[in-house]
T-cell receptor, first 111, second 113 residues
């Protein structure tokens, strides 16, 4: 069983839609949770970071962590064509030496 | 621009050849990492250096060696390339251990034929 599971999609939505991206994990020791955005042929860039459970909002993006269910989500409101990318979840335990990444969900926002 | 610089961007090797991937960061970060990214596998950690002078194996270290040359530079060496090492390689850095996120380079696309 992989440490982190992520639906690869692809996901295609119209501009302005609300997008929900999700990951599940198996290791209850994970404390740090992140979302990265990766454009084609580029390196991943950090989008959101949360510690332990709860919600975090940054503009159109909201990250949620439910440690009891071992489930994390990223919501994108008012999605834009520029949001078209692959979204990677990542998480680690307290040492933070190794982050475990999901395989990524490919998102296309259609104008 | 501040960030992580990787060279080369593209490389084709023949089986058995060796090469070194270079990585440098100018953010004064302590920790540096090498990942590979393969379709359907996600990003997997090859080696990391938590601080200058230390290196440790990650999830998939076989066939690779690393050198933390100084605080800025962290190189990855393939001694005898194999087709299974065809991948996109990303270097990343981070200020300290703990919860801060990585800054990634733009990647090296390596093909071993």
């Amino acid at each position: 069983q992989k440490e982190v599971e992520q639906d690869p999609g692809p996901l295609s939505v119209p501009e302005g839609a609300i997008v929900s991206l999700n990951c599940t994990y198996s290791n209850s020791a994970f404390q740090y949770f992140m979302w990265y955005r990766q454009y084609s042929r580029k390196g991943p860039e950090l989008l959101m970071y949360t510690y332990s459970s709860g919600n975090k909002e940054d503009g159109r993006f909201t990250a949620q962590v439910d440690k009891s269910s071992k489930y994390i989500s990223l919501f994108i409101r008012d999605s834009q064509p520029s949001d078209s990318a692959t979204y990677l979840c990542a998480m680690s335990g307290n040492t933070g030496n190794q982050f475990y990444f999901g395989t990524g969900t490919s998102l296309t926002v259609i104008p | 621009n501040a960030g992580v610089t990787q060279t080369p961007k593209f490389q084709v090797l023949k089986t058995g050849q060796s090469m070194t991937l270079q990585c440098a960061q100018d953010m004064n970060h302590n920790s540096m990492y090498w990942y590979r990214q393969d379709p359907g596998m996600g990003l997997r950690l090859i080696y990391y250096s938590a601080s200058e002078g230390t290196t440790d194996k990650g999830e998939v270290p076989n066939g690779y060696n690393v050198s933390r040359l100084n605080k800025r530079e962290f190189s990855l060496r393939l001694e005898s390339a194999a087709p299974s090492q065809t991948s996109v390689y990303f270097c990343a850095s981070r200020e300290a251990q703990g919860g801060y996120g990585y800054t990634f380079g733009s990647g090296t696309r390596l093909t071993v034929v």
